[in-house]
C-alpha cells in the first residue's frame, strides 16, 4: 500500500515532479486565458447591446456558435484547423520555414472564446442593471463615453458581475483538462501517461482529482474575498444603492 503512495513521491521512480510541473501548466493556462476571455466577452456584451445591428447580429451569431460547439471540437478546430490555414499563409507569402502553433496558445486561444461566449452573458446582464440615468449624469458632467464607462460604469460593473465570473472561472479550471489531448502537459497529461506506466488509475486520477479540488478550493476563498470587497460600501449602508 504505501509502496504505492511512494509512486507520488519525488525519489526515483516517483511522479511527484511531473505531477507539480503539470499542475504549473494547468494553472498558468487558465490565468493566462482568463483576462483574454473577460476582455473578449465584454467586447461581445457591448457588441450585443449597441444600438446598431450589425454588432448585435455578430455578437448574437458569436455567442451562439460557441456556446453551441463543445469545448474539444473547438479546441480542435483551432489547433488542427486554424493551423493548417496559417501555413498555408505562410507559405503563399513565401516566409522561409513552416508556421507551428504553441498547444499553449492553441488551448489559451480555444479556451477563451468560450470563456468569452459565456461571460458576455454575464457582463450584458450586469449592464443591465446599471439605471441609464447614471451614463446620463456622467454626460451632463463633461465626460466623454469612454470615462464614464471607465469611472462610473466599470466599477459598478464589476461589483454585479463578480459572481457569475467567479463561476466561469471555476468551469474554466475544469475546462482546462482538455488542453491533454493536444500533448499539453497539464495535471491530465501526466496523470495519463503515469496510469499507462504504473497501471494505477486510482492513485493518479486520484491524485488529479485532489490537486482539481485544491485549486477550486482556494479559488473559492479567493472569489468569496473579492466579493466581500466589492460589496463593502453597500454592507456599511445597509443593502442601500442611493
Known sequence: MFDKFALLGFGEGGWGLALL???????????????????????????????RTLPRMLATAYTTVFRGVPELLTLYI??????????????????????????FVAGMVALGVVLSAFSSEVWVGALNSIPKGQR????????????????????????????????NWMVLLKETS???????????????????????????FGAAMAIYLFFSMIS???????????????????????
Open 136 to 167: 446620463e449624469a456622467a454626460a451632463a458632467l463633461g465626460l466623454t463615453k469612454g470615462q464614464a464607462f471607465r469611472l462610473v460604469v466599470f466599477p459598478q460593473l464589476i461589483r454585479v458581475a463578480l459572481p457569475g465570473l467567479g463561476n
Open 78 to 103: 483551432i489547433y488542427f484547423g486554424i493551423q493548417v490555414l496559417l501555413q498555408e499563409a505562410w507559405r503563399r507569402l513565401g516566409l522561409p520555414g513552416s508556421f507551428s502553433m504553441p498547444p
Open 220 to 242: 473559492a476563498w479567493g472569489i468569496g474575498r473579492m466579493e466581500a470587497r466589492a460589496n463593502r460600501g453597500i454592507a456599511a449602508f445597509g443593502g442601500a444603492t442611493r
Open 21 to 51: 510541473q503539470g499542475a504549473g501548466i494547468t494553472i498558468s493556462i487558465a490565468l493566462a486565458t482568463l483576462p483574454f476571455g473577460l476582455a473578449l466577452g465584454l467586447i461581445v456584451a457591448l457588441g450585443a447591446r449597441s444600438q
Open 178 to 204: 482538455l488542453v491533454s489531448v493536444i500533448t499539453l502537459p497539464d495535471i491530465m497529461f501526466i496523470t495519463t501517461r503515469a496510469n499507462v506506466a504504473t497501471k494505477e488509475p486510482f492513485l493518479f
